[in-house]
């Protein structure tokens, strides 16, 4: 743990997220008693001159208790309702807790516009420094009342990663009901051995995280995998820990806790990578073949129209893509120098052929190695 307390040092601007079963009972409510530990342990923080951002769920939760519903809701609009019943007794719970602490605290919610939107994403960021230097805990959520299918994130573990993104955090924090990232599904194998630090994320561990089934809320271990690798890739660190200990993040900031770290990557990616690989929506794919992959994943190569074997959806020039092997696993994502209609023309084929197929002189890269982020191993 000696390169964490090194981390510790450094990390001043924090995003927590806290879990639906940590703050929510269907029949209970909401958990009044450790809203006001977490903002115990918030004020502390600030007090050491740490910048703090809560990511908390619970609304739909708490709507389910105030209805006295017998079963979680199944429909986006019975969720809506919910999440609208839910989010001011969230906030009217989080404002008491907060309040004993003499901290302000702001409510911002969030849908996946106010990322994928460049003008709402800049506003946002600016909301948030300000809020910051305030001295304020923002407190967000998604905006579960309004969202679509199609604007929605889904689930808080990737919104907290896409929040660490926009405020250029240091340190992301998971407080689930889980202890951390299992060797195998501790339900079920009473041998399986949680993993204290995690250096690289590699297919092999995302398939671990696939089997694990020990989390009843939305995402599970998948989706903190996925916040993981938003995370990493932009030089942040973060932490899986169990919230229901009352002194977990005390624990976290003495660099003695039970939990599982993801260290970052010692090389970051810069701004417009970050955009492209984890906030820009991909409005269609393409199937590369070995050769292709190969060279994407460990010669650190442009794209070629050559690997080429099929074109999805309708995209235009300058727009995202997804990259994807033949076995439909998303390996990369990338701005796209050709339209789907010419990428449709030139699959398969030489550059040296491309002037001849198209009319017109255009670039050899379908997508440009300065425009490409992985997303499997390297």
Known sequence: MHRYKTILRTRNKIVIKIGTNLLADKEKGINLERMNEIAKNVASLQRRGKQVVLVSSGAI???????????????????QATAAIGQPLLMEAYENAFRKQECTIAQILLTKDDFTNRARYLNAKNTF??????????????????????????????????VANLIEADLLIILSDIDGLFSDDPTKNYNAELIPIVEKITPQLEKLAKSSKTELSTGGMITKIQAAKRCVSAGIAMIIANGKNPKALEEIFSGDFKGTLFLPAEKKLNVRKKWIGFVSHANGYIVVDDGAKNALLKRQKSLLPSGILEVHGEFKAHDTISVRDMEGTEIAKGVTGFSSMDLGKIKGKKTSELEKILNCK???EVIHRDNLVLIGEE
């Open 61 to 79: 939760g708490a709507g389910v208790a105030a209805l006295k519903m017998k079963g979680s809701p199944k429909t986006i609009p019975e969720k």
């Open 129 to 162: 420094s300000v809020l910051l230097d305030k001295g304020v805990v923002p407190i967000i959520n998604e905006n579960d009342t309004v969202a679509v299918e199609e604007i929605k994130l889904g689930d808080n573990d990737n919104l907290s990663a896409l």
């Open 362 to 364: 255009s670039c050899d």
